[in-house]
């Protein structure tokens, strides 16, 4: 519905955002086929676990911190590779945790020893396993009760893991209520995984059938997944196709699409992961065979997907990856990152561009998301101009409230939200078109009974008249725009 005066809303909300791997533990790294790092090898502590690395962290945006693995509860890192160790306060864990208070970010600690592996089965959580996650969890509360907010528990689990994470998921609330629990779950490309199916089988031999059974099979991931977590948040790397590096995953939105409906009718917040690194094909001649081709992130790649997952409602946001991989093999993929390791620098690394693109777009999104957290997602529209099937399998076109019409010269995702405080309505609205291509899209949107709209572009409020209730605006690759149309 369409309010009479420009919209005043207080700056009281904050799009929470992290970044994988970040900041990393050195000795995660092989030295001499060796864990561990022989430049400091009795503390144990890693050098690059500095407060110039937890500023930059921080500086690009970020409001809370997952290790993924990389600090360890009551271990230490030394030359011979990973040690137990008994003492807490000798832990890497003790010193990251330490070093994150300090600069004021939440973390949520993920590893082994605090049930990641427990997590990943299909049977609960032993009695002898409750009592090490219990000693674990009052040690964090003990020593860090500002700086632990909750737990990474595991990482893309099954259905079949189902029983695991909800064991997991139980106890810990039960010993501490006021955390928060995360899982990071599987994209639809990850089907066969989740519920062990047969790729073989003849019934998928057909393309069209495939993907309606994954369809099918992906919503009741998302619908048992998010009662359970209270949330569904899963990752995608959209730029991950092996068709070359001009193209893009064919299933991001229709995952996005797929996620967001799941999570309207569960009452359950909707989260993306996104892609913020590259890698390079690797030829191994002694298979013959190379690694999929990751192409080059660029500005306008990051800021696509992320006005996309915001297109669809999505209430968080994540990258992956702030620090590079570890490499065991020169086979392997070499991933660049946000951060990355660089010994001809005098502190050992770097900031990538990449880490610069990510930094402007989150400051994009933070300077207006006070307001658009404050909407509620309904459905989407597409404009299609393309044969890119990205775009072309997005099925929802959700056609009530004031936008009557929308014409654009490339493809188009309108992201369509109410807020149900007062009334008004929300659109977000995205150049789909491949940002690969860099191609700007002339766009017209027509509001019934708005003659003024304000949007946020770019990270800048902008106040508009309409003629006609005509809104046109041309949006750079991979731009996208909040728009609130209203009357005057």
Same mark, same amino acid.
């Given at each position: 519905?369409?309010?009479?005066?420009?919209?005043?809303?207080?700056?009281?909300?904050?799009?929470?955002?992290?970044?994988?791997?970040?900041?990393?533990?050195?000795?995660? #790294?092989?030295?001499? *086929?060796?864990?561990?790092?022989? #430049?400091?090898? *009795?503390?144990?502590?890693?050098? =690059?676990?500095?407060?110039?690395?937890?500023?930059?962290?921080?500086?690009?945006?970020?409001?809370?911190?997952?290790?993924?693995?990389?600090?360890?509860?009551?271990?230490?890192?030394?030359?011979?590779?990973?040690?137990?160790?008994?003492?807490?306060?000798?832990?890497?864990?003790?010193?990251?945790?330490?070093?994150?208070?300090?600069?004021?970010?939440?973390?949520?600690?993920?590893?082994?020893?605090?049930?990641?592996?427990?997590?990943?089965?299909?049977?609960?959580?032993?009695?002898?396993?409750?009592? &090490?996650?219990?000693?674990?969890?009052?040690?964090?509360?003990?020593?860090?009760?500002?700086?632990?907010?909750?737990?990474?528990?595991?990482?893309?689990?099954?259905?079949?893991?189902?029983?695991?994470?909800?064991?997991?998921?139980? =106890?810990?609330?039960?010993?501490?209520?006021?955390?928060?629990?995360?899982?990071?779950?599987?994209?639809?490309?990850?089907?066969?995984?989740?519920?062990?199916?047969?790729?073989?089988?003849?019934?998928?031999?057909?393309?069209?059938?495939?993907?309606?059974?994954?369809?099918?099979?992906?919503?009741?991931?998302?619908?048992?997944?998010?009662?359970?977590?209270?949330?569904?948040?899963?990752?995608?790397?959209?730029?991950?196709?092996?068709?070359?590096?001009?193209?893009?995953?064919?299933?991001?939105?229709?995952?996005?699409?797929?996620?967001?409906?799941?999570?309207?009718?569960?009452?359950?917040?909707?989260?993306?992961?996104?892609?913020?690194?590259?890698?390079?094909?690797?030829?191994?001649?002694?298979?013959?065979?190379?690694?999929?081709?990751?192409?080059?992130?660029?500005?306008?790649?990051?800021?696509?997907?992320?006005?996309?997952?915001?297109?669809?409602?999505?209430? #968080?946001?994540?990258?992956?990856?702030?620090?590079?991989?570890?490499?065991?093999?020169?086979?392997?993929?070499?991933?660049?990152?946000?951060?990355?390791?660089?010994?001809?620098?005098?502190?050992?690394?770097?900031?990538?561009?990449?880490?610069?693109?990510?930094?402007?777009?989150?400051?994009?999104?933070?300077?207006?998301?006070?307001?658009?957290?404050?909407?509620?997602?309904?459905?989407?529209?597409?404009?299609?101009?393309?044969?890119?099937?990205?775009?072309?399998?997005?099925?929802?076109?959700?056609?009530?409230?004031?936008?009557?019409? &929308?014409?654009?010269?490339?493809?188009?995702?309108?992201?369509?939200?109410?807020?149900?405080?007062?009334?008004? *309505?929300?659109?977000?609205?995205?150049?789909?078109?491949?940002?690969?291509?860099?191609?700007?899209?002339?766009?017209?949107?027509? =509001?019934?009974?708005?003659?003024? &709209?304000?949007?946020?572009?770019?990270?800048?409020?902008?106040?508009?008249?309409?003629?006609?209730?005509?809104?046109?605006?041309?949006?750079?690759?991979?731009?996208?725009?909040?728009?609130?149309?209203?009357?005057?």
């Amino acid at each position: 519905m369409i309010q009479h005066g420009k919209p005043h809303y207080a700056d009281d909300r904050q799009m929470d955002m992290t970044a994988y791997m970040g900041p990393r533990r050195a000795g995660k #790294r092989k030295f001499n *086929e060796e864990y561990g790092n022989p #430049r400091d090898p *009795e503390a144990g502590f890693p050098e =690059f676990w500095s407060d110039a690395v937890f500023e930059a962290y921080k500086a690009a945006g970020f409001t809370f911190l997952i290790p993924e693995g990389d600090a360890f509860y009551g271990t230490r890192v030394t030359e011979n590779g990973i040690t137990g160790e008994a003492d807490f306060e000798k832990s890497d864990l003790f010193r990251f945790l330490t070093i994150a208070e300090k600069h004021g970010i939440p973390v949520y600690p993920s590893q082994a020893e605090l049930m990641y592996v427990m997590a990943r089965r299909d049977t609960p959580m032993t009695d002898a396993e409750k009592d &090490v996650v219990a000693e674990m969890v009052a040690t964090l509360k003990k020593h860090f009760p500002n700086a632990v907010k909750g737990l990474l528990l595991t990482d893309e689990p099954t259905m079949k893991h189902r029983v695991g994470v909800e064991s997991c998921v139980n =106890f810990v609330r039960e010993l501490a209520p006021e955390w928060d629990l995360f899982v990071s779950m599987l994209p639809i490309y990850g089907t066969a995984e989740m519920f062990g199916a047969d790729m073989n089988d003849p019934q998928y031999k057909d393309k069209e059938i495939t993907l309606k059974m994954k369809e099918a099979e992906y919503r009741k991931y998302v619908a048992a997944y998010g009662a359970l977590m209270g949330e569904f948040s899963f990752d995608y790397y959209a730029l991950n196709h092996d068709a070359g590096p001009e193209t893009l995953s064919p299933l991001f939105f229709r995952n996005l699409e797929l996620a967001a409906e799941g999570a309207k009718a569960g009452g359950f917040p909707m989260s993306a992961t996104l892609q913020a690194f590259r890698m390079d094909r690797r030829y191994d001649p002694a298979t013959g065979k190379g690694q999929p081709v990751f192409r080059e992130t660029t500005y306008e790649d990051v800021r696509w997907q992320v006005y996309a997952a915001l297109a669809f409602g999505a209430r #968080r946001l994540g990258y992956f990856t702030f620090w590079q991989h570890y490499n065991e093999s020169q086979y392997e993929v070499f991933p660049t990152a946000m951060v990355v390791y660089d010994e001809a620098e005098a502190e050992g690394w770097r900031k990538t561009g990449i880490y610069y693109d990510v930094k402007k777009v989150n400051e994009q999104v933070h300077a207006c998301d006070h307001v658009f957290l404050r909407f509620d997602w309904k459905g989407c529209r597409t404009v299609l101009k393309s044969g890119d099937e990205n775009i072309r399998l997005v099925e929802r076109n959700y056609t009530a409230g004031a936008l009557r019409d &929308v014409t654009a010269v490339r493809d188009t995702l309108i992201g369509c939200f109410e807020n149900p405080e007062d009334g008004r *309505e929300g659109y977000w609205l995205v150049n789909a078109h491949n940002p690969y291509y860099y191609e700007r899209n002339e766009v017209e949107a027509t =509001f019934a009974d708005a003659d003024r &709209v304000v949007y946020w572009r770019a990270g800048r409020e902008c106040d508009e008249p309409l003629e006609s209730g005509k809104f046109c605006i041309r949006l750079g690759a991979g731009e996208g725009v909040f728009v609130i149309p209203y009357k005057a």
